[in-house]
């Protein structure tokens, strides 16, 4: 599994990746896109494509503040989920985190618009 950090936002690997960040969150759970064209910019973000064979299976997000990073949007591509995919990808993030802490947001199932 390979994470390919995202600077271009004209790449390719950004038009997939965008693509899954769109249809994986709710808008008030993520960025409109001239926002994280900004965002990308900023050196503490991180904004990678995950790669599985040679295809683009899905995205992480994370800020690097040094001593701990905060992992804001992690997805895998819709026909991909629930079949392994997302495991494999934390347990290979959290080997490169190594002694930092990652400290990551979780939204709980919501109805009606309010988490339970």
Not at 20 to 32: A, G, M, Q
Request: charged share 40%; proline share 3%; net charge negative.
């Amino acid at each position: 599994m390979e994470f390919r950090k995202i600077k271009d936002t004209n790449s390719k690997d950004f038009k997939k990746v965008w693509n899954i960040y769109e249809s994986s969150f709710p808008d008030d759970e993520k960025r409109d896109l001239e926002s994280q064209k900004e965002v990308i910019k900023h050196p503490s973000n991180n904004f990678y494509a995950i790669i599985e064979e040679g295809e683009t299976i899905g995205l992480f997000e994370e800020w690097d503040f040094g001593d701990f990073i905060f992992g804001e949007h992690v997805a895998i591509r819709e026909d991909l989920r629930n079949k392994g995919f997302g495991t494999k990808l934390f347990k290979e993030y959290l080997k490169r985190c190594g002694e930092r802490i990652f400290v990551g947001e979780v939204e709980g199932p919501k109805e009606g618009g309010i988490a339970k």
